[in-house]
C-alpha cells in the first residue's frame, strides 16, 4: 500500500501508509522489538527496560527519541462515515522528573499548512495523577 492522498475541494492531504509505520525499542542486552503497524501497535506487548525508542514511517524518515524516565505513544487518527482512518500524528509521552514532554510527530501534510510528515512539536504537560500500564520505563 501506498501513501494516502485525499482530495478535497480547497486541500490534499497526503499521509503515511499506517500498514508501515511501526515503533522500535533496544534493550541493554543488544536486543530490538519492532512493533507492527498504526492499526495494531503492539505497545502494550513489549517489556520495560527500553534504552532507546524509535519511530519508523513509511516515508523513509526513522524518528529516534532521546531517553526519558518512561514513553507512552497515542495514535491521533479520525475515522470517516465510511470507517476509513486519516492518520494525523504519533503523540509520544515522555517522562521527566517535573512534566511530560509530548513529542507530536506528523504523519500527514496538506496544501494548506506549512507542515510536513516527520515533523515534530513539542508541547509541555503536568505529570499525571496516575500512571496507566502502557507506560514503558527505561533502564
Given at each position: 500500500?501506498e501513501?494516502?492522498?485525499?482530495?478535497?475541494?480547497?486541500?490534499?492531504i497526503?499521509?503515511?501508509?499506517?500498514?508501515?509505520?511501526?515503533?522500535?525499542?533496544?534493550?541493554p542486552?543488544?536486543?530490538i522489538r519492532?512493533?507492527?503497524?498504526?492499526?495494531?501497535?503492539?505497545?502494550?506487548?513489549i517489556?520495560?527496560?527500553?534504552?532507546?525508542?524509535?519511530?519508523?514511517?513509511?516515508?523513509?524518515?526513522?524518528?529516534?527519541?532521546p531517553?526519558?524516565?518512561a514513553?507512552?505513544?497515542?495514535i491521533?487518527c479520525?475515522?470517516?462515515?465510511?470507517g476509513?482512518?486519516?492518520?494525523?500524528?504519533i503523540?509520544?509521552k515522555c517522562?521527566?522528573?517535573?512534566?511530560v514532554?509530548v513529542?507530536?510527530?506528523?504523519?500527514?501534510?496538506?496544501?494548506?499548512?506549512?507542515?510536513?510528515?516527520?515533523?515534530?512539536?513539542?508541547?509541555?504537560?503536568?505529570?499525571?495523577?496516575?500512571?496507566?500500564?502502557?507506560?514503558?520505563?527505561?533502564?
Amino acid at each position: 500500500m501506498e501513501d494516502l492522498n485525499i482530495y478535497g475541494r480547497y486541500t490534499t492531504i497526503t499521509s503515511v501508509d499506517p500498514n508501515n509505520c511501526f515503533f522500535i525499542v533496544k534493550y541493554p542486552d543488544g536486543s530490538i522489538r519492532k512493533g507492527n503497524n498504526l492499526f495494531n501497535t503492539g505497545w502494550d506487548d513489549i517489556p520495560q527496560g527500553i534504552t532507546e525508542l524509535s519511530y519508523a514511517l513509511s516515508t523513509g524518515h526513522v524518528i529516534t527519541f532521546p531517553k526519558f524516565k518512561a514513553y507512552l505513544p497515542l495514535i491521533e487518527c479520525s475515522v470517516g462515515l465510511d470507517g476509513s482512518r486519516v492518520f494525523h500524528a504519533i503523540n509520544v509521552k515522555c517522562l521527566e522528573e517535573n512534566s511530560v514532554v509530548v513529542w507530536r510527530v506528523l504523519l500527514k501534510q496538506d496544501t494548506m499548512s506549512n507542515t510536513k510528515i516527520g515533523d515534530i512539536i513539542l508541547s509541555r504537560e503536568p505529570l499525571p495523577n496516575t500512571m496507566s500500564s502502557s507506560w514503558k520505563f527505561t533502564s
